[in-house]
Structures are given as C-alpha cells and as structure tokens.
C-alpha cells in the first residue's frame, strides 16, 4: 500500500512564515521583514476563510447569496464578502500595503501610507468558485503581490501605474484551495511550494517541497457544455486528446472552481481550458486576479500558460477586472494545443 510520508519529522516543521523568510534571506534580502508580514496577513486571512467555510452549514447566515452583484454583473455569496472583508482587514492593517484590488470592490482600494512605506499592490480573488460554495465543493482564494513602482522624478506613479502592471512583474503568487484538507500553494519566483495547513498547529506546513508539473497528465479540464461555441479549434484538439493522438485516452475533470481546477492540473498535469465562448467572448476569467497568478505558478512549475495564443504573462492590462481566455497545462499538451491552433490558422 502506498503511503505518503511527512517531509521531516514533526518536531522539525517548516511553516510558510518561516519559509518566505528563508527565501527572502536568499534572493532579496533588503525586503525581507516587511514581505513576510505583507505574507502572514494573507495566510491570517486565510485562516479566518476557512473556519468559516468548515462550519459553514452550522452557522447561521453563512451560506447563499448575499443580495447584491458585484462589478462583473455576478452574485456576490455571502462567503464572497466574508472573505473580501477578511482580506481587506488583515491587509489593510499592515503598512506595506499602498492598494488592494479585489474582484468584489470595482475601484482599487488606496491607503495613505507614510513615505518609505506602503511598497506592494496586493491583487486579490477573495473566494474562487462561489457556484460550488453552498454544495461543498472546493472553492479558493487566488492572490498576486506587485511592488509599487519607484517615484520618477519626485512624482508618485499614478493609480493605474501602480496597479495595471504586467504578470512578468508580479513579485509572488498564490492561491488556498479549501479541500479536503486546506493548502497554501506560493511562489516569489524561485520555484512554487506547497503547504497544508495543520489544524492542530494553526500554521501552514510544508508538504509539497519545489512542486513540478508533469511533462504530461492524463486529464482534460474544460466546461464541456460550451464545446459548441469555443472557437472550432479548441473542438479539434479536445477530440485529438479524446482519441488517444496524444499517446493515451484522457478523461475529463471538471470542478468549476478554477483553484481546484488548477491545483489538480499542478499535480497531476494535462490541460486547463477557458476559451472564449458565446456569451463571454474574451473569456471568463479575469487576467488580473485569476489568470496572471495562476500562470505564474504554472511557468516556475515548468508548464505553460496562454490566452489561447501569446503567454499570459506577457499580456499589459488595461482594466482592473478585464477577462481573458486561459489554457494551461503541462508542455505535451500545450505544445499540441498549439499545433492545433496553427494547423487551423487561428
Ligand atoms: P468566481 O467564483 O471567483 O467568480 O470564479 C468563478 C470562475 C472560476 O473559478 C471557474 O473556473 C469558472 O468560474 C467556472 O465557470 P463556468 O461555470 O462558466 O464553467
Ligand atoms: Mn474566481
Ligand atoms: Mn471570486
């Protein structure tokens, strides 16, 4: 019987503060102690989300949607707000922070920091697949750290500056997904590590250690029911993978919930696919708080991101909540993803 082993011993844990510490202490050294505790108001955050979503059927008005839509035209779920007002309170706390941008607030949220603080952006989707909330199904958070561009001049950047910055520029990147067990996966651009947080600790410890995707999975991800209105040569590559082109007969996982999703896709490899469709042409996803993360952990665990065409990360935005196409996965798939996509001239 195969049995996972702990990495160490238990009384030799390594938690994601200590981690991001020790990575800093290598690669960049001057951000060191203001950097972790920008990072530990998101793993506190976190913490708090997932207490809730655990009793989430015990406590009363925690579950269902809260009344209102947010800027995307969305419900907001009563878990989207908790956990938007989570992220902002622990965020908000912590002078490193010059904006916060979430899915849930339609304009940055600014604060008036003292002058030598307030050096990171933190872009955020505080509750990744609010349809799955209230069936408990795995749902997440996604999150990308951006250093405030330097003042030119003695001009301060302006609000757009600081925010609508490309996914090359992203200084880290994570996500939770609140599974069966509840994890924090990470990268500040030097490989991407894994932790699960351990209840009777309280802390997030190292599980998954320098996280590699497969070169090739055996699973295709997409919401099939749009099939009909992707672009024809998405159809043609999903029905190459079906027929075993690639070497073997995939199946198809679909949660809903792109952490999930994706978390999936990190481990196991094969292809993640948001194609443009009828009713969002440019995708549904949205590039700043979903894709850009998401694709720079995909790029630092060996596997390639696009919108379909040019590498995500690569993509300058021009709105806080604009949307993209996102396809991702392990290189066999998304080398034949791209071969489809040429043989059709698309
Ligand atoms: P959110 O709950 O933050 O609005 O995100 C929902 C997203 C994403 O998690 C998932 O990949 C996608 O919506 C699923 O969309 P479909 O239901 O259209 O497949
Ligand atoms: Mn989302
Ligand atoms: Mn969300």
Redesign the pocket.
């Known amino acids: 019987m195969s049995q996972t082993k702990p990495i160490r011993p238990d009384s030799q844990i390594i938690t994601v503060q200590q981690h991001i510490v020790q990575q800093q202490e290598a690669h960049s050294p001057d951000s060191r102690g203001t950097f972790s505790w920008l990072l530990s108001g998101i793993t506190l955050a976190t913490k708090m989300i997932q207490s809730r979503i655990r009793r989430a059927g015990l406590v009363d008005g925690a579950l269902g949607a809260e009344g209102a839509t947010n800027v ?1 035209g ?1 419900q907001q779920q009563k878990l ?1 707000v908790f956990a938007n007002n989570a992220l902002i309170h622990c965020l908000g706390g912590r002078d490193a922070v010059s904006v916060l941008v979430s ?1 849930e607030n339609e304009e940055p949220v600014t604060f008036d920091r003292a002058p030598g603080t307030g050096k990171y952006v933190v872009v955020f ?1 505080p ?5 799955n909330i209230d069936v408990n199904v795995n ?2 958070t996604i999150f990308s750290i951006y250093r405030s561009p330097k003042p030119a001049d003695g001009h301060k950047p302006s609000l757009d500056e600081e925010v609508l910055q490309s996914g090359l520029k992203q200084v880290a990147a994570g996500y939770v997904v609140y599974g069966s067990s509840t994890m924090f996966v990470y990268t500040a651009g030097f490989g991407v590590y894994g932790f699960t947080l351990d209840p009777a600790v309280g802390a997030y410890v190292l599980s998954h250690d320098n996280m590699k995707m497969p070169q090739q999975g055996q699973y295709y991800s997409t ?1 099939e ?2 099939q009909r209105s992707f672009p024809p040569h998405y159809g043609t590559y999903l029905d190459e993978l079906r027929d075993g082109k690639l070497g073997k007969a995939y199946s198809s996982r ?6 999930a ?1 994706f978390h999936r896709t990190l481990l196991k490899g094969g292809v993640f696919l ?1 194609p443009p ?1 009828k009713s ?1 042409a440019s995708g ?3 590039l700043m708080y ?1 894709a850009n993360p998401i694709a720079f952990i995909t790029e630092q665990a060996g596997g390639v991101a696009t919108d379909g065409r040019n590498r995500i990360l690569e993509i300058q935005p021009t709105d806080i909540h604009q949307r993209t196409p996102l396809v991702l996965g392990s290189r066999t798939e998304m080398e034949a993803f791209e071969r489809a996509r040429l043989a059709a001239g698309a």
């Open positions: 995307q969305e989207d899915e989707d509750l990744d697949g609010s349809s749902v997440g919401n029911a749009n679909y949660i809903g919930s792109l952490v999703d948001y469709t969002h549904k996803l949205r979903e």
